[in-house]
């Protein structure tokens, strides 16, 4: 699969993305949530044009429509805490998917170096599942590889989508 890099389609996304990378306006804790929560929501609905879809009838008013709907709901995972407002923009959309959450921190040494440690992996059976791994405080990536890594040794998963901002 070739990465999506959102910021490289004009959209509104990117006065999002803008805002939330300006120093004066990131300030305002709750546009800061907000434009997380926002950035999921348009994430999430990049990420669904992936997934398998299969005909489904639909009774209406005025009789049946075929319409295609996805055949299985992802599980939608973060790491603690800073995560949650991206998260809840994925939740938002897709609202039958069931959740995980990674609890992870950087443990700094004396040297200035760190190490990831991974503390709890909570989540719902994974095996044959399709995860979405959400991550907004990405600054070195180290975090989210690691977690990754754990999950997928762990969990067979049918497919694994990354999704950082």
Known sequence: ???FI???TNSIANHFLAELRDVTIQQDKYRFRKNQERLGEIMAYEISKTL???STDVQTPLGTASI???TEQPVIATILR???PFHQGFINFFD???SAFITACRKVKKSGAFT???DQISAPNLEGKTLIM???MLATGQSTVLVCKEIIAQYKLKALHIVAV
């Open 1 to 3: 699969m070739q990465p």
């Open 6 to 8: 959102l910021n490289k």
């Open 52 to 54: 398998v879809y299969e």
């Open 68 to 70: 295609n709907l996805v």
């Open 82 to 84: 800073a995560g949650l």
């Open 96 to 98: 039958r998917a069931d």
């Open 116 to 118: 990831i440690q991974i």
């Open 134 to 136: 959400c991550d907004t």
